[in-house]
């Protein structure tokens, strides 16, 4: 068993990041677009390494750019999903009006396709799922870098959705992100990095990098009382079914 990131952002020259990676154990690496230039060099990575898999879509921030030349990524065969889409409402780098109606876009494309949808959510739970509840989630959806509490996990539950754990939940801020994980099913938790953001402690302050992500799969198994065998493992073939994995050996 080995572990899966199922959420970074690899530039075009991360070759010894992705050796990196495996040498620690994490030898499966889902990278995500967030533009079209962002999803076509995460479709480039993908193609060129084993083990690798893209999504294609445009954040929140990037929401006033549209979407034009994403649908033509959702057919290559290592694009894995749509996203991350979502709202942000923290930063606001996109009109509200705006990164709504792109989530909503993004969300029919993830029907379309019959592709998993990763969400980006921040300050915005309330216009989430209002947007989700009115376009029918996908069957497949993953809030990313999860940062709500029980009561947002379970509204996101509720609906099917699986919440992916980054580094955050090292961070001593964030007891209710904790509990939130307390709460959840075992097997509707994915683990990532977000790297090159949000490294976990002992490294927070650094660069992310995918090696790091058993340090955040040991935190969630001191959490929920389980070993870090276990969460290795559940979060493996939690990611292999969510991304459709179980079948593919590139």
Not at 28 to 40: A, F, P
Not at 74 to 86: M, N, Q, S, T
Request: with cysteine.
């Amino acid at each position: 068993m080995a572990w899966i990131d199922n959420h970074c952002h690899l530039r075009a020259d991360d070759d010894a990041t992705i050796v990196e990676a495996r040498a620690a154990g994490v030898t499966r690496l889902i990278t995500v677009g967030t533009d079209l230039e962002q999803s076509r060099i995460a479709v480039s990575v993908a193609e060129a390494n084993d083990g690798v898999w893209a999504t294609a879509g445009v954040h929140p921030h990037d929401a006033k750019q549209g979407l034009d030349g994403i649908a033509a990524l959702l057919d290559h065969p290592k694009v894995v999903a749509v996203g991350e889409a979502g709202l942000d409402y923290y930063y606001d780098h996109s009109p509200r009006d705006v990164q709504q109606s792109m989530f909503a876009a993004q969300i029919a494309l993830a029907h379309t396709y019959d592709l998993p949808l990763v969400i980006h959510t921040r300050d915005a739970w309330d216009d989430t799922f209002r947007i989700l509840d009115r376009e029918g989630i996908p069957q497949r959806t993953v809030f990313h870098c999860f940062t709500g509490g029980p009561d947002e996990a379970s509204a996101a539950l509720a609906r099917g959705a699986f919440l992916s754990i980054s580094g955050i939940v090292t961070f001593k801020t964030a007891d209710d992100l904790r509990a939130a994980v307390v709460s959840a099913p075992v097997d509707r938790l994915l683990v990532e990095t977000d790297s090159p953001f949000l490294a976990p402690i002992p490294h927070r302050g650094k660069p992310n990098r995918p090696a790091w992500v058993p340090l955040v799969g040991a935190a969630i198994a001191a959490l929920i009382g389980r070993s870090v065998t276990e969460v290795e493992a559940l979060s493996w073939a939690n990611a292999a079914v969510f991304y459709g994995l179980d079948d593919v050996h590139r």
